[in-house]
């Protein structure tokens, strides 16, 4: 089976720009979750989609969106963007019936 | 709130030598553990998980780790080190809520 796919691999916006980031799971996995990785604050939980449905949200402001497809696709979604938005955007789809998350190789952000 | 510290943010062995990477967590109910491994520029790959039963779990490239309830640890060992486990280890909880929440994380370091 093919992996986490995540695109595009690296992005380069200005502030106050929108992007938008797209992150397609293994084949029969429903559930993907989104998490932003930092230097300083580590790996942080954004949120969870399933079946098109947000099941968790962590604790990011309005401006971190996101959505999930029929097909389980999801994309994020970040307006207004701010310098401290760079960051290692990570996607991870979970099998649950082994209930294992397997991470894509991430997105790149970087807010100039 | 379930939370996972990681003591040591780096870790130097030699190579060959005997790697352990601790972790500990607190959780308000009978946690799932996980470690993962992140290579550079590269997304999270599971090396091993906890759900329930034997304390003793067994993953990939000769990882393992023992949940001890009472010291609420969950530490990362493998008897040999190699050059290419050079790499940042996570260790993470699962919520009650689903949720999955890191540690900080530990770099390895393998000395020739």
């Known amino acids: 089976k093919a992996g986490v796919t995540q695109t595009p691999r690296y992005l380069i916006k200005t502030r106050g720009q929108q992007v938008t980031l797209s992150c397609s799971p293994i084949?029969?996995?429903?559930?993907v979750s989104w998490y932003q990785q930092t230097p300083g604050q580590g790996l942080q939980f954004l949120f969870e989609y399933f079946s098109e449905t947000q099941r968790n949200k962590g604790n990011f402001p309005g401006r971190f969106s996101g959505r999930q497809f029929s097909n389980s696709r999801s994309e994020m979604n970040v307006s207004t963007l701010e310098l401290g938005d760079s960051a290692l955007y990570l996607c991870a789809s979970r099998n649950l019936d082994t209930d294992t998350q397997y991470f894509g190789p991430g997105t790149r952000l970087t807010v100039l | 709130a379930q939370s996972v510290t990681q003591l040591g943010s780096h870790v130097s062995v030699s190579e060959g030598a005997l790697v352990l990477l601790r972790c500990n967590y607190s959780?308000?109910?009978?946690?799932?553990l996980f470690w993962y491994v992140q290579y550079p520029n590269q997304g999270l790959q599971l090396l091993l998980k906890y759900t329930t039963g034997a304390t003793l779990v067994k993953g990939i490239n000769g990882f393992e780790a023992e949940f001890k309830k009472s010291e609420t640890s969950f530490h990362l060992t493998k008897p040999s080190a190699h050059m290419s486990d050079a790499a940042e280890y996570f260790c993470?909880?699962?919520?009650?809520?689903?949720?999955?929440?890191f540690g900080p994380g530990t770099s390895l370091s393998v000395i020739p």
């Open positions: 959780s308000s109910v009978p946690p799932y």
């Open positions: 084949s029969g996995h429903r559930s």
């Open positions: 993470a909880v699962k919520t009650s809520y689903d949720k999955v929440i």
